[in-house]
């Protein structure tokens, strides 16, 4: 089974787990859940594939143990980028750009944080590179520790057993070894989802705070409200 690398060649889930294994997945998924160099990893299609390979019995391992480790893995990464982030503090975000940093991905991942607060560390998990610099931004901001490892625990088990269990009913189903391309490309539109109920729910909620707030009302109405 052949599927699609969507960037590098050697960043095709088929190619890594034949060269890595079950072992190298569960440090690419630590190092992209919390190390600022794992951002560019794919996460997503290598869980899915991951169990799309066991449930079809190309990968010699057990589901329920690979799903374990690849949740703890997933927990431990962001618990690390949470203590990195606690430590380098607020000199993150003056930090030059290098090859493997750019300061806008910081700066995506701090609005992301500001705008959804500690539910960010659960959404995040189904975003490419805002799931690296999250946890990161957390610590940075102080978030309460024990706030920070229960969601933190919650978004590494609904991403890493979730997307990986998914793969594995998937890989049963034959149209799914057809089009594993197409399956693959969908799993990253898919991961924004989340982004984009919690973009237009706060949409709306801004857009009624602004109707109702004082400022809406015109100068003139303003002007006769006040003499009545």
Request: aromatic content about 10%; hydrophobic content about 50%.
């Amino acid at each position: 089974m052949t599927t699609l690398a969507l960037g590098p060649s050697w960043l095709d889930p088929n190619t890594l787990l034949d060269n890595f294994g079950i072992w190298g997945l569960l440090l690419i998924v630590f190092a992209e859940s919390g190390l600022l160099i794992g951002f560019f990893l794919p996460g997503d299609s290598l869980l899915f594939t991951c169990g799309l390979l066991i449930a079809s019995h190309q990968l010699d391992f057990p589901l329920w143990l690979a799903v374990v480790l690849i949740c703890v893995a997933a927990i431990a990464g962001d618990q690390a980028g949470y203590l990195f982030g606690k430590k380098v503090g607020p000199s993150l975000f003056t930090r030059p750009d290098s090859r493997l940093f750019k300061q806008e991905n910081v700066v995506k991942a701090h609005e992301f944080f500001e705008k959804y607060g500690p539910k960010s560390l659960v959404l995040a998990r189904f975003v490419p590179i805002v799931r690296t610099f999250t946890p990161i931004i957390a610590g940075v901001s102080g978030m309460r520790y024990r706030s920070f490892i229960t969601f933190n625990v919650i978004g590494g088990v609904l991403w890493g057993a979730g997307v990986t269990l998914l793969g594995s009913w998937l890989g049963n189903i034959e149209f799914v070894h057809k089009n594993i391309e197409a399956i693959l490309i969908l799993i990253v539109l898919v991961s924004v989802v989340p982004i984009a109920v919690e973009y237009l729910r706060a949409r709306g909620k801004n857009k009624k705070a602004a109707a109702a707030s004082p400022a809406s009302t015109p100068p003139g109405q303003r002007g006769r409200h006040a003499k009545r």
